[in-house]
């Protein structure tokens, strides 16, 4: 499938198409994409100017004559968007999209995306996690990851912080130690 040049970029200079962008300011949307579209979508939208956030993780695959790494979505079928509601339709136009929603409390996810993103900045080891829907949230006190929040999970007598996207219900899993965690 061959990219275009949306129909919104054709008139992006004009003054009173910028005037309405600045009625309608960007706001983050997750983008349930079609299968295995991610990365073409992500693609999409650096090539025309959107700004997408697309967290990956390292997944390493051993060959008798290479090791390959990939970096796969760290959740798979979404994509976040920071766009205006105007420029919606170009997103559904590329084909790589199911549905786009707007989260509610824009806030609170900005903070839990940024807090996700910024772990993988610090070069921590993540991964994907199931859903957890119990356990008890706490805060990060101490060290590169201090301030970010997430769910305590124990498994064999380690405790793993998880840091979830609650809009989404997806997570993403960085093992700590307990003693740099507090309740909140």
Same mark, same amino acid.
């Given at each position: 499938?061959?990219?275009?040049?949306?129909?919104?970029?054709?008139?992006?200079?004009?003054?009173?198409?910028?005037l309405l962008l600045e009625q309608y300011p960007p706001e983050w949307?997750?983008?349930?994409?079609?299968?295995?579209?991610?990365?073409?979508?992500?693609?999409?939208?650096?090539?025309?100017?959107?700004?997408?956030?697309?967290?990956?993780?390292?997944?390493? /695959? &051993?060959?008798?004559?290479? @090791?390959?790494?990939?970096?796969?979505?760290? *959740?798979?079928?979404?994509?976040?968007? =920071? #766009?205006?509601?105007?420029?919606?339709?170009?997103?559904?136009?590329?084909?790589?999209?199911?549905?786009?929603?707007?989260?509610?409390?824009?806030?609170?996810? /900005? &903070?839990?995306?940024?807090? @996700?993103?910024?772990?993988?900045?610090?070069? *921590?080891?993540?991964?994907?996690?199931? =859903? #957890?829907?119990?356990?008890?949230?706490?805060?990060?006190?101490?060290?590169?990851?201090?301030?970010?929040?997430?769910?305590?999970?124990?498994?064999?007598?380690?405790?793993?912080?998880?840091?979830?996207?609650?809009?989404?219900?997806?997570?993403?899993?960085?093992?700590?130690?307990?003693?740099?965690?507090?309740?909140?």
């Amino acid at each position: 499938m061959s990219l275009y040049l949306p129909r919104s970029f054709a008139i992006a200079q004009d003054p009173e198409y910028q005037l309405l962008l600045e009625q309608y300011p960007p706001e983050w949307m997750v983008a349930y994409t079609r299968p295995r579209c991610e990365k073409k979508l992500d693609l999409f939208c650096r090539k025309f100017g959107f700004n997408a956030k697309l967290p990956t993780y390292p997944s390493v /695959r &051993k060959s008798s004559r290479k @090791v390959v790494t990939f970096h796969k979505p760290l *959740f798979p079928g979404y994509l976040f968007l =920071n #766009i205006s509601p105007l420029v919606k339709q170009e997103i559904y136009q590329s084909d790589f999209v199911a549905r786009l929603i707007t989260a509610k409390n824009q806030e609170l996810f /900005r &903070k839990q995306l940024d807090d @996700v993103l910024y772990v993988i900045e610090q070069g *921590f080891s993540i991964q994907p996690a199931p =859903n #957890i829907v119990e356990g008890v949230q706490v805060r990060i006190k101490s060290g590169p990851l201090r301030g970010v929040e997430g769910y305590v999970q124990e498994r064999k007598g380690t405790f793993q912080a998880i840091l979830r996207i609650d809009f989404i219900k997806e997570a993403a899993m960085v093992t700590m130690n307990v003693d740099d965690l507090e309740l909140v």
